[in-house]
Nanobody
Framework: QVQLVESGGGLVQAGGSLRLSCVAS????????MGWFRQAPGKEREYVAV????????AYRDSVSGRFTVSRDNAKKTMYLQMNSLKPEDTAVYYCAANPAWRLIMRSYEYAYWGQGTQVTVSS
């Protein structure tokens, strides 16, 4: 059974930075894709960034490209999301997700495993 635990959320002023972590357990992840998603109140869950565990290839939604960086540490089974130049519109609950796959996947319904979420609030 795969388990995902996020941490690192909080309150930050616009222009600030946060780093989210997602610790994975339950198996090896060499054949997995992992992703960060977010959901703001009244809005649908949207993908933020995804990474293929085997070769660290990545993809980002346009609104965060150049500001956010997704990475992973294989030894620690941890995925990170470094968020810089944060904007109030980045405010949301951020979730990590994982699924077996050999290609990058951006649709939330394609992910079987989810963490509990961590709140990120950016004040103006």
């Amino acid at each position: 059974q795969v388990q995902l635990v996020e941490s690192g959320g909080g309150l930050v002023q616009a222009g600030g930075s946060l780093r989210l972590s997602c610790v994975a357990s339950g198996r090896t992840f060499s054949d997995y894709v992992m992703g960060w998603f977010r959901q703001a109140p009244g809005k649908e869950r949207e993908y933020v960034a995804v990474i293929k565990w085997s070769d660290s290839s990545t993809a980002y939604r346009d609104s965060v490209s150049g500001r956010f960086t997704v990475s992973r540490d294989n030894a620690k089974k941890t995925m990170y999301l470094q968020m810089n130049s944060l904007k109030p519109e980045d405010t949301a609950v951020y979730y990590c997700a994982a699924n077996p796959a050999w290609r990058l996947i951006m649709r939330s319904y394609e992910y079987a495993y989810w963490g509990q979420g961590t709140q990120v609030t950016v004040s103006s």
